[in-house]
């Protein structure tokens, strides 16, 4: 499939386009984190559980859709530059720990969010009550946040990491001009996808809106629309330049 250009970028020279076992390696690693969301449920044994197992189809969903977003950065790294050393190793490896220990507070957040915004939709104060005393304390939100901030944040960084690297690595890898401005974006989109989440884990751990610090540290996710939007449109602009001051060189 890595031969195949299509929806890829034409200017770009894609140095690892043949599979190498850290990319095997880390695909199976993947592989294993989806399963792990899947196993973290039980097994219904009446209709009620089962009722209770579908309605958990959206956040399983929502973190499958993460991590294939996390995978997919991950793809498009070793597809532009191929890079096998020991420092990508060692970078990769991190990763890897960090999406395994990540899934099951992915999971148990989605679930708490989903039946939060489902209870308070539904007008039904009861089951927000049993969320926040039997599920999920209130004392324990913050907690919470900071966990699932720090994870995501670090997540991202490590590729931010992986993309500084190849940037580092420009001259083995006879990167044009063009190529390294691709590289040093690859840094700054995963550097600003970490940013939102460790903004959301500062809230958590200051407390910064007292009462309402676990909705306010949610909602700072929110920021990533606007902020990767803004950010894609002035991206776009630099890279039609990058790649014609290349092309006139």
């Known amino acids: 499939m890595k031969d195949q250009e299509v929806g890829l970028d034409p200017n770009f020279r894609y140095r690892g386009k043949n599979q190498t076992r850290v990319e095997t390696f880390s695909d ?6 989806i399963t792990l969301i899947v196993l973290s449920s039980s097994v219904p044994s009446n209709f009620q559980d089962l009722w209770v197992s579908m309605r958990d189809i959206i956040p399983f969903g929502l ?18 530059f191929g890079l096998q050393n020991r420092t990508i190793v060692l970078y990769n490896t991190f990763l890897i720990f960090l999406i395994l220990i990540y899934v099951y507070p992915l999971k148990f957040l989605f679930v708490v969010l989903f039946r939060l915004y489902e209870g308070i939709f539904t007008g039904n104060r009861e089951l927000i009550n049993r969320l926040f005393t039997e599920t999920l304390p209130y004392s324990d939100t913050g907690s919470l946040m900071i966990i699932y901030g720090l994870g995501a944040s670090l997540i991202f960084l490590t590729i931010g ?3 500084r690297h ?3 690595m420009a ?11 691709i590289a040093k974006d690859g840094m700054i989109t995963n ?4 940013s939102i989440p460790f903004l959301s884990a500062l809230i958590a751990v200051f407390h910064l809106f007292g009462n309402w610090t676990f909705l306010g540290a949610g909602v700072a996710y929110m920021l990533y629309p606007p902020v990767m939007i803004i950010y894609g449109r ?7 330049r990058a790649l014609a001051i290349y092309k006139k060189a």
Do not use: T
Request: glycine share 4%; hydrophobic share 55%; aromatic share 18%.
């Open 28 to 33: 199976a690693a993947f592989a294993l984190a």
């Open 63 to 80: 973190c499958v859709i993460l991590v294939m977003v996390i995978w997919y950065q991950h793809y498009l790294f070793f597809l532009k």
């Open 161 to 163: 990491g992986m993309y």
């Open 166 to 168: 190849a940037m580092k």
């Open 171 to 181: 001259g083995p890898l006879e990167l044009n001009s063009y190529e390294r401005y």
């Open 191 to 194: 550097l600003l996808l970490a």
């Open 234 to 240: 002035v991206s776009a602009k630099k890279r039609d």
